[in-house]
């Protein structure tokens, strides 16, 4: 792999959690630190203010199990997916952005947020998910299995705009079931993941 390094024999390092793809860090590397992170598949940097260097984690046992290194079409920025062994940041947080480091299924999980709101806000006049939701879980069971069946009917047709719009329905009246069952996609994703090996 051809690094530049910049003038102090440094290249930025983004370090991005392979699973949940959120942005952990960002670190610097020089030659000797980016060869030990290949050769013992632990994220090494060169610490600027300690001008050592220094594996994440070799004090706090928060390693960076290392997945994967790719650089950036310059050349000059390297981006490292890692397994994080416990929280990324020196203050205790998931990231340096004291954000969580939660999977992000990006719009539908807008829309999970969106359907917990007006459960919780039990307008049944306004919301068509708040009025579902006070009929009972059978109803909501038995929504989703009239609109798997209205799906299934349009996939056998030519129609596809009918056919994405009753895919739709389905999802979003799924959404609604796992969280009638007190789940969510991250319950769904950890069960696939533990049937893939």
């Not at 392979?18 to 590397?29: I, P, R, W």
């Not at 299934?152 to 079931?177: C, K, P, Q, R």
Request: hydrophobic share 35%; with cysteine; glycine share 6%.
């Amino acid at each position: 792999m051809t690094i530049k390094y910049d003038t102090n024999g440094l290249v930025p390092a983004i370090i991005q959690d392979a699973t949940t793809k959120n942005v952990l860090m960002l670190g610097y590397m020089n030659d000797e630190a980016y060869q030990k992170t290949v050769e013992t598949k632990q994220v090494t940097f060169f610490s600027r203010s300690k001008q050592r260097l220094w594996t994440k984690g070799e004090e706090s046992g928060h390693f960076l199990n290392l997945v994967s290194i790719k650089n950036d079409c310059d050349n000059d920025t390297l981006l490292i997916q890692v397994n994080p062994v416990g929280p990324t940041c020196h203050k205790g947080t998931d990231t340096c952005w004291s954000e969580e480091n939660n999977s992000n299924y990006g719009f539908f999980s807008t829309l999970e947020n969106v359907i917990a709101e007006r459960v919780a806000n039990k307008d049944t006049s306004k919301s068509y998910v708040a009025s579902l939701f006070s009929k009972g879980i059978n109803k909501i069971a038995q929504k989703v299995g009239e609109e798997a069946v209205e799906t299934v009917i349009e996939a056998m047709d030519t129609n596809d705009e009918l056919f994405l719009y009753e895919s739709g329905d389905l999802l979003f009246h799924y959404l609604m079931l796992l969280q009638a069952k007190g789940f969510s996609l991250k319950d769904i994703e950890a069960e696939l993941k533990s049937r893939h090996k």
